[in-house]
């Protein structure tokens, strides 16, 4: 029996360098195999996963050996961490590894979107010439980023837009309204309610974790406030945003444009994702935006480092 499982793709670089003396096993598609899976963590002491390895239940409960759990990402509603912490296991989430990466995403979606001249190329290739179709495309600078969640994601998103010439709102009902959160390098950032947020903004960006109290926070309600030629990006976690909703919204140019890069089903499934056909202005990635070369080395070696050091210590 393997002491460290790592359920999902890893940076292999990572795992030689950082769990090298442990006995490991790496197979990016365990997740994919239930009944190898369940045995593969029966004898474990560390299990390493990312978002699709649902750790809870009967898997959890067969990892009776289990010390530690790597989460190569930052998101924990695939873990039980009330059972972990019941038994004694550490969590360890590799915060701050990707937030590069989704900050990156969300402006370059929000470009995108904003001009909406870039699903031209195949029209140019045939030969057509759409230039007056494509005069209204929008800049960034100047106009307001409203950011659900104030966390260190959407932190390093309001220094880049900031830098575009962007001004910066934000919503978190966690971060006191005297926080030195609200002070960043480039100036202050406009605390706002939520729904006064969505109304003033240009871009919305959610960077909230999916819990009873955030699910479906993004309704027809609430997209209803918004601008009807704003934009809205979802790299945080499926199930905050009513899918359907967002596309109505888009089908009735009730909204100017969304990335959604999280669903509440992932892989997001052909009957739920036909809803988006014929949606206008709208990018949709399986869960990609913290995905990088970078961040995944990052990620990886940050994980492995943690799961080792735990290890080691006890």
């Known amino acids: 029996m393997a002491d460290i499982v790592i359920t999902e793709f890893m940076d292999e670089e990572a795992i030689a360098s950082c769990l090298a003396g442990f006995d490991v096993l790496y197979d990016p598609h365990l997740v994919d195999k239930p009944d190898e899976l369940t045995k593969a963590v029966a004898g474990a002491r560390g299990v ?17 050996k289990l010390r530690a759990v790597g989460r190569l990402g930052v998101g924990l509603d695939n873990i039980d961490v009330a059972a972990c912490e019941k038994r004694g296991i550490a969590v360890y ?22 001009r909406g001249t870039y699903y031209a190329t195949f029209e140019v290739i045939a030969g057509r010439w759409p230039r007056s179709r494509l005069i209204g495309g929008r800049e960034i600078a100047g106009k307001r980023l409203g950011l659900v969640g104030f966390g260190s994601i959407a ?18 009902p966690h971060v006191p309204a005297d926080a030195p959160a609200w002070t960043q390098p480039f100036g202050k950032v ?13 871009v919305v ?8 109290e955030t ?14 030629d704003a934009i809205l990006i979802n790299a945080a976690r499926g199930g905050v945003v009513d899918e359907e909703a967002v596309s109505q919204a888009l089908k009735e140019n009730k909204l100017g444009g969304a990335a959604l890069d999280v669903f509440d089903e992932e892989p997001l499934p052909e009957a739920k994702g036909v809803v988006f056909g014929g949606a206008p202005n709208v990018i949709l990635t399986p869960h990609i935006a913290g995905l990088t070369v970078e961040s995944n080395r990052r990620v990886s070696t940050v994980t492995a480092q943690r799961i080792a050091k735990h290890l080691s210590e006890g």
């Open 215 to 228: 699910r479906n926070l993004i309704d027809a309600s609430r997209l209803a406030l918004m601008k009807r």
């Open 48 to 64: 390493i996963v990312r978002n699709s390895t649902q750790l809870r239940g009967d898997l959890l409960a067969a990892a009776g």
């Open 155 to 172: 932190k390093e998103v309001a220094v880049r837009a900031a830098a575009m010439g962007m001004q910066v709102s934000a919503y978190d």
């Open 205 to 212: 960006s959610l960077h909230v974790p999916l819990t009873d």
């Open 93 to 114: 989430p590799a915060t701050g590894a990707n937030d590069v990466s989704v900050a990156e995403y969300v402006i370059g979606t929000a470009l995108f979107l904003l």
């Open 190 to 202: 406009e605390r706002l309610p939520l729904d006064e947020l969505l109304a003033a903004s240009d």
